[in-house]
T-cell receptor
Framework: GDSVTQMEGPVTLSEEAFLTINCTYTATGYPSLFWYVQYPGEGLQLLLKATKADDKGSNKGFEATYRKETTSFHLEKGSVQVSDSAVYFCALSPISSGSARQLTFGSGTQLTVLP | DAGVTQSPTHLIKTRGQQVTLRCSPKSGHDTVSWYQQALGQGPQFIFQYYEEEERQRGNFPDRFSGHQFPNYSSELNVNALLLGDSALYLC??????????????FGPGTRLTVL
């Protein structure tokens, strides 16, 4: 079945440092890929997505590129802020359009940014 | 727009009891999915409801059941509670119309503790 493997945390960075969180996946066909963020006490929020190979998703300074050849979707940000402290989840869905299907999530990476 | 709402926020039950969790989807959404998030883990898909029927199901026992009402709201029922059912239960809603991928919007969750 489908699976997502995520870089284990926790990750602690100083403000303005560069962030990379690795994510690789196993799936049949052409899944859509996502990064979700979960702030303390809140539900999941979609951060960015990519629905086909070589697509780059971006939002709030975060970027991730859908690499089919390496089955990866690594999350990057050039300069993190204290407000970026949260848990980040990589996820996939088995389709690229239409009705949303089940999401398969990685185990999450806790990011703490220190001032 | 109130977004996805869930009730109750927290719940404490004892082993063997039954529990019902409730979800109201985002305005305009007709599909509801439920996920279980154990502490320190990524969410796991339980099932999805559309047009008052279960459309997809994850790897969860029959003790987990659900219902969707004509107004698209949904309930998750868990019978014969086990200690291992302690988790954050997340509801996500989405729509089936329009072009492109229909994003799932998550509620804040219900924290269930089984003693």
């Amino acid at each position: 079945g489908d699976s997502v493997t995520q870089m284990e945390g926790p990750v602690t960075l100083s403000e303005e440092a560069f962030l990379t969180i690795n994510c690789t996946y196993t799936a049949t066909g052409y899944p859509s890929l996502f990064w979700y963020v979960q702030y303390p006490g809140e539900g999941l929020q979609l951060l960015l997505k990519a629905t086909k190979a070589d697509d780059k998703g971006s939002n709030k300074g975060f970027e991730a590129t859908y690499r089919k050849e390496t089955t990866s979707f690594h999350l990057e940000k050039g300069s993190v802020q204290v407000s970026d402290s949260a848990v980040y989840f990589c996820a996939l869905s088995p389709i690229s359009s239409g009705s949303a299907r089940q999401l398969t999530f990685g185990s999450g990476t806790q990011l703490t940014v220190l001032p | 727009d109130a977004g996805v709402t869930q009730s109750p926020t927290h719940l404490i039950k004892t082993r063997g009891q039954q529990v019902t969790l409730r979800c109201s989807p985002k305005s305009g959404h007709d599909t509801v999915s439920w996920y279980q998030q154990a502490l320190g883990q990524g969410p796991q898909f339980i099932f999805q409801y559309y047009e008052e029927e279960e459309r997809q199901r994850g790897n969860f026992p029959d003790r987990f059941s659900g219902h969707q009402f004509p107004n698209y709201s949904s309930e998750l029922n868990v019978n014969a509670l086990l200690l291992g059912d302690s988790a954050l239960y997340l509801c996500a809603s989405s729509s089936t119309g329009g072009a492109g991928y229909n994003e799932q919007f998550f509620g804040p969750g219900t924290r269930l503790t089984v003693l």
